[in-house]
């Protein structure tokens, strides 16, 4: 069983405390190492790096916040555990818990670094940390992992909805979203850096570091969970192929099926630190990719694409 963080170090509180501190998001956010961080969270991430113990057959699903991170956990967690739970069993782990709970934050929500140290290997773990400010141990002993990033303007369009589901404040406006997240200032942002780290340790590590896109899943789910089964060293047999499990593992971890499912329309939320609580059914808002014309005008798309050219010019990295 999963069981909360409760880590309190002094020291890294009032080092906290001395950093850059910024308010516009549902929550104040803190500058780390470059990084934006949820302030009420910054003290338990900045005792990763020197804290967690990597270890040389982990898998880290490394995610940009609203991305599809609880996807690729349903995804990841399903095909890893499929032969120790029938997915269409009604006690699935993911019929009775929401999926960002199966899988454990590295230092965050289920994933007290000292539980981890509890789980056997091999774990399946996650985190929204840029590689930076994990332990460099996880490059160094070869540490799978699995990165997901999207698109950048549906990215904010999600997270702009997703911030005002959180905030007990007034609404944030979506000019306000948008020139913060341009400026780096967002929750784990600023976002080019986020996806670039992970994008140069897949050039540098093509066998163990998986670079992936939400528009790719989309477009071709079958496909990325073939991929992603053998990753996790759990590929598809010939007689699963031939019976249709691909096909049962994609559709049981698609967006209506998720949604759909009581855990998720009603049952409760999970704990993201301090007194922030994030609604289950929260996590399940509308799935599409290029949502943002829906929301954003055609000038600051424009302005968001300019930007990402300029950020990722070089990089071989292209949305
Ligand atoms: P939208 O807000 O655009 O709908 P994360 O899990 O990283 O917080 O990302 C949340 C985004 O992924 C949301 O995007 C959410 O609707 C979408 N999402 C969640 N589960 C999904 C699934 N099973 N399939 C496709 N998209 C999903």
């Not at 698109?151 to 369009?157: G, H, Q, R, Y």
């Not at 340790?201 to 089964?229: C, G, H, N």
């Not at 559709?251 to 049952?267: A, M, P, Q, Y």
């Amino acid at each position: 069983k999963i069981k909360e963080s409760s880590s309190n170090d002094p020291s890294e509180e009032a080092l906290v405390a001395t950093l850059p501190t910024r308010e516009g998001w549902s929550t104040p956010l803190t500058l780390h190492n470059n990084f934006w961080l949820r302030s009420h969270m910054a003290q338990k991430f900045m005792l990763v790096r020197d804290n967690f113990k990597p270890r040389r057959d982990d898998i880290i699903l490394a995610t940009h916040p609203k991305s599809g991170t609880t996807w690729l956990k349903a995804l990841a967690f399903t095909i890893s555990t499929r032969s120790r739970y029938d997915f269409a069993d009604a006690d699935h782990p993911l019929r009775t818990s929401n999926p960002q709970r199966v899988v454990p934050f590295i230092g965050a929500v289920g994933g007290d670094l000292d539980f981890l140290e509890t789980l056997p290997s091999p774990r399946l773990l996650s985190t929204h940390l840029p590689l930076s400010l994990l332990p460099p141990a996880v490059s160094a002993v070869g540490c799978r992992v699995v990165y997901l990033c999207r698109e950048p303007k549906d990215a904010l369009v999600s997270r702009w909805h997703f911030d005002n589901k959180m905030s007990k404040g007034d609404p944030i406006t979506l000019d306000d979203a948008f020139t913060m997240f341009c400026e780096g200032f967002s929750p784990f942002g600023p976002f080019w850096d986020h996806y670039l780290q992970y994008w140069e340790e897949s050039l540098a590590r093509p066998q163990e570091v998986m670079f992936l896109r939400y528009e790719e899943i989309v477009s071709d789910p079958l496909k990325v969970a073939r991929k992603l089964a053998s990753f996790l060293d759990a590929p598809f047999t010939e007689d699963e192929e031939k019976s249709g499990v691909v096909d049962q593992v994609v559709s049981f971890c698609s967006f209506e099926s998720l949604r759909n499912l009581d855990v998720n329309k009603t049952g409760g939320a999970e704990r993201a630190g301090g007194k922030i609580f994030i609604q289950h059914s929260s996590l399940f808002r509308k799935g599409k990719v290029g949502d943002w014309v829906n929301h954003m005008t055609k000038e600051m798309g424009e302005k968001m694409d300019r930007l990402v050219e300029e950020k990722f010019k070089g990089s071989g990295l292209e949305f």
